[in-house]
């Protein structure tokens, strides 16, 4: 039977547990540069001391105007890989594997004077509206996320992250809502999606699986569901997606009954029909920072790897206290070890 401390392959990548460390924006590149600093270097490293399987960088934009906030991670010039190799490197030192969450804001960069978009269309009332990316800025833009793709596999990650959720560019192209082009990049809604993972995989070793996050539901208005996301999510798969990390909604104004619920486990049942039905590994996030609870979803094969964000936010040492709770033996730091005297 597995469980939440059962380790877990993909391709090259094994992991010594099923915990991963979502992306989480930090907002804290405060020379506004895209390079990380100390603060994300702390951040990262805390929680694999800490014992999470995986860390995912958090958003790393392709661009200085695909950034949500111009405090965001850039990697979108040489200059910044070092900091983030200095990252992985002390991950790995204690034992966690690494990702980082490639993307593109889109016409959700606040900061940019002119954001960018599939069509012009802004995210709501109050934002502002992006301009529509000709044809050859389109391919431009894919080939923007390889040299992003490229300097993540320089500074030694484990994975790449695709971020196609929460109407950022990715999903902005596949949202029927949101591209309205008459070109070849509107008549085929993941032509955009497919194009970009070809060219990280193009950059990527073979080993390296390569994960895409998903908004398997649209809480807008008139939005797609997981009918549609599967079978956008089925074209990505044949395209090179190893796994899906499977989230939901962000793409605009919550719609009055468009909110799945913020319950414990709220977005698992997304998780399970992805899996289910294209037979594909995927990450399970949302409310599942109760060890016991992201242990069943584990056990009941709703998903493979299962994501706790605001839980660690809270608790860098997350995994350690949920191995504890469960009464699973892990490898303690040895420095940590008269904390948990139980493991004894
Ligand atoms: C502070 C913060 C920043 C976030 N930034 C990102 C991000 O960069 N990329 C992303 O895909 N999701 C982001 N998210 C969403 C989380 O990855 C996660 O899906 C969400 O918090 C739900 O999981 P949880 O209930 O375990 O926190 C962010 C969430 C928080 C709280």
């Known amino acids: 039977m597995k469980d939440l401390f059962t380790p877990y392959q993909l391709k090259g990548l094994s992991l010594k547990n099923r915990v991963v460390m979502p992306p989480m924006c930090q907002y804290s590149v405060f020379e506004k540069d895209g390079i990380a600093t100390d603060w994300h270097y702390t951040h990262y490293v805390s929680r694999a001391i800490g014992g999470a399987g995986l860390i995912i960088i958090e958003m790393t934009d392709v661009e200085p105007d695909g950034r949500i906030t111009d405090y965001d991670l850039g990697l979108w010039s040489d200059d910044q890989v070092p900091a983030i190799a200095r990252i992985v490197e002390a991950c790995h030192r204690y034992g966690a594997k690494v990702g980082i969450q490639i993307a593109h804001a889109g016409r959700k960069a606040e900061d940019a004077d002119e ?19 000709s044809a050859g800025e389109v391919q431009e833009m894919v080939n923007k996320f390889r040299q992003a ?12 992250e695709l971020h196609g959720a929460h109407g950022y560019l990715i999903h902005q192209f596949h949202s029927p809502l949101t591209n309205k082009r008459t070109d070849d990049y509107g008549k085929e809604l993941t032509k955009f ?4 993972i070809y060219a990280a995989k193009s950059e990527m070793p073979e080993s390296m699986p390569l994960l895409m996050r ?19 999510s089925k074209v ?3 395209a090179g997606v190893d796994l899906f990390h499977v989230s939901a909604g962000g793409e ?29 590994p995927v990450i399970a996030v949302g409310r599942l920072d109760e060890p016991a609870l992201a242990n069943s979803v584990i056990g009941n094969e709703d998903a493979d790897l299962v994501a706790v964000g605001r839980g660690m936010l809270r ?21 940590y070890e008269r904390g948990f005297p139980n493991f004894k």
């Open 149 to 160: 793709v490229r300097r993540a596999v320089q500074a030694g990650v484990d994975a790449v």
């Open 236 to 238: 990505y798969r044949e």
């Open 252 to 280: 605009g104004p919550i719609a009055a009954d468009g909110r799945p619920g913020t319950h414990a486990a709220y977005q698992v049942p997304l998780a399970r029909a992805v899996r289910q039905a294209l037979d594909v």
């Open 193 to 196: 999606g497919k194009e970009v």
């Open 315 to 335: 608790n860098p040492y997350w995994t350690l206290e949920a191995a504890a709770a469960l009464r699973k033996k892990i490898d303690l730091p040895k420095q």
């Open 214 to 232: 998903i908004s398997a539901a649209e809480y807008v208005e008139g939005g797609y569901g997981i009918k549609e996301s599967i079978a956008f």
């Open 115 to 133: 954001p960018v978009a599939p069509s012009a269309i802004p995210f709501d009332e109050r934002s502002k509206t992006p301009r529509a990316l």
